[in-house]
Nanobody, 112 residues
Framework: QVQLVESGGGLVQAGGSLRLSCSAS??????MGWSRQAPGKQREFVAH?????NVNYADSVKGRFTISRDGATLYLQMNSLKPEDTAVYYC??????????WGQGTQVTVSS
């Protein structure tokens, strides 16, 4: 059974930091990433990693967020958080066959 389980979300003041984690099991994931969905908005790309030197970020988070991976665990270090970063953050992974899997999400709320 494939599972992606996010953790680390919570409530933080603007300017603060959080680190999200995603524990993956049941598949070998060729690449992994984070997306987010704010209330009333569509899910949007945040960051993606294939290898430590092959990462991509949405313009809105560049310089503030850092994606990393340690084996089956994916991380998202979020610094200088802004109220507009408030969203449910989802972990996803592409297996060796190109099938994408999603976690259930973790809520991040940034107060002003």
């Amino acid at each position: 059974q494939v599972q992606l389980v996010e953790s680390g979300g919570g409530l933080v003041q603007a300017g603060g930091s959080l680190r999200l984690s995603c524990s993956a099991s049941g598949r070998i994931f060729a690449s992994m990433g984070w997306s987010r969905q704010a209330p009333g908005k569509q899910r949007e790309f945040v960051a993606h990693i294939i290898s430590s030197d092959n990462v991509n970020y949405a313009d809105s988070v560049k310089g503030r967020f850092t994606i990393s991976r340690d084996g089956a665990t994916l991380y998202l270090q979020m610094n200088s958080l802004k109220p507009e970063d408030t969203a449910v953050y989802y972990c996803s992974g592409y297996d060796l066959y190109g099938q994408q899997y999603w976690g259930q999400g973790t809520q991040v709320t940034v107060s002003s």
